[in-house]
DNA sequence: AAAATATTGTGATTATTATCACTATTATTA
DNA sequence: TAATAATAGTGATAATAATCACAATATTTT
């Protein structure tokens, strides 16, 4: 598993591509490292370093190309490969994830949710049903999905990832606060909101 | 603007958080440095730094007593330290945080609302009320308030965090995916669930 | 046309972060 | 009680990441 681009690289190449969209809007069509640099507030050295492992050449004097460079991004970062997901917990996160019309600019597709309460099960948002729980194995092999994100209760988190991971589930969001236990071959990703905050609060309010 | 405990300490600090409460919740005492490591794939020895650095002494052959490292880590990082806060944007993700009950454990205040649809301005959750965007300067200054939770869509992010800022708001929890200006002495922590994705998929998906 | 300026590209350097390797200590086992 | 094993604590080392410094180049200005 030997990553051509580190984390960070990847970190950095998602907030370029913000700006991008930015100054695509804006109709302007080239874009310098300083410029991205001040607005991120990082070296610009940096900036240029990154665009070179995208093989992509700036011009003295003038910059790089917006479209061309945004366009690079997004092959790197696999938009147009579409990545099928469900999602399990009906909930307040699960349902405005379920509602977010965006993902799919970014390759992300949620087909279906999952819950175990009655009453949500058979609910409809956007052409996505929500099913009973007990459908996910079948559904899981049949759509060829391995790809969840995870919005349930942290009490249950840890139950429901197992039963995800037994109905061949390999890719994990886990929005909930919790270290997931998983078996080698199955890969969670963290979106600890609670732990974002602390962070947040720690750099700017407290640790000062 | 000295950190004597750096971000990324902040960051592990937070999952061993996570892994104290499924401790003690299980009514378990003690925690070896090794089996917290095992848990987040981490080396050992990195897990008694970050203690070390919370001046949390272990014991040899027994470990760390779960609920002395829970306090520390939570006097660290400001857990009592009340925290109000506004959001701005009652929409999917703006109500689903509003209607999580569990920030204010860890020091975070949602005190109120605020939108510019007519529809939703008057409406009540738990006790937040929805206010009117307009409304924003009066009570930030009334309620002391400094911190926003900004859930708008990506074309008003700006133009609503200028007028936040205006409002005397000094930090910005952002959850729209863009790059925000901001003047010096106001805190941006970007919370950008496309940007995690991205990140989650390349690492997991794509780029391997 | 020459000078000034802004920008890329990049090797060298520095800073930060994580890991290794080992000693000291203490509980458990034989 | 002695031997064994698990763990904390920590300096040395390695790996990773960010910054600096500057030559090369292209555009703009004079
Ligand atoms: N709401 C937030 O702003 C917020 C913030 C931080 C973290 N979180 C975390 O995100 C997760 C979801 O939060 P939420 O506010 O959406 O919770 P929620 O209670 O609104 O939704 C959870 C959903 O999961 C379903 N569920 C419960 N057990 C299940 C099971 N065994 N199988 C299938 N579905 C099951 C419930 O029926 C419910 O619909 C939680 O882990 C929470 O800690 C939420
Ligand atoms: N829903 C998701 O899962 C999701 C995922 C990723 C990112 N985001 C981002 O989070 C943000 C919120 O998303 P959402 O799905 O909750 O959107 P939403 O449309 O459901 O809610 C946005 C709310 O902001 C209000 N608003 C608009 N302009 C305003 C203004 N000038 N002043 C005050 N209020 C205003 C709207 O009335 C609405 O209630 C967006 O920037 C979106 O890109 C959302």
Not at 115 to 141: C, R, T, W, Y
Request: with cysteine; hydrophobic share 45%; net charge neutral.
């Amino acid at each position: 598993m030997d990553q051509k681009i580190s984390q960070k690289v990847v970190e950095r190449l998602t907030l370029y591509h913000s700006i991008l969209i930015e100054y695509l809007e804006e109709g302007i069509e080239a874009i310098s490292s300083p410029q991205i640099a001040a607005r991120l507030k990082i070296d610009d050295s940096q900036v240029r370093k990154d665009f070179k492992l995208l093989n992509n050449a700036g011009k003295c004097r003038v910059g790089y190309l917006v479209k061309d460079l945004k366009e690079s991004i997004e092959n790197t970062l696999g938009f147009s490969a579409p990545k099928d997901a469900f999602i399990i917990g009906a909930g307040n996160v699960g349902l405005a994830l379920a509602k977010y019309d965006n993902f799919t600019n970014y390759g992300l597709n949620v087909l279906a949710l999952f819950d175990n309460d009655p009453i949500k099960v058979g609910m409809e948002f956007d052409n996505k049903q929500i099913f009973h729980i007990s459908k996910l194995p079948n559904l899981a092999e049949r759509l060829n999905v391995d790809i969840v994100i995870l919005t349930v209760p942290r009490q249950q988190a840890q139950k429901v990832a197992d039963f995800a991971v037994e109905s061949g589930i390999k890719y994990i969001w886990n929005f909930s606060p919790v270290i997931l236990r998983v078996p080698s071959g199955v890969n969670v990703w963290n979106e600890n909101l609670i732990a974002s905050f602390l962070q947040f609060a720690y750099k700017n309010i407290i640790g000062s």
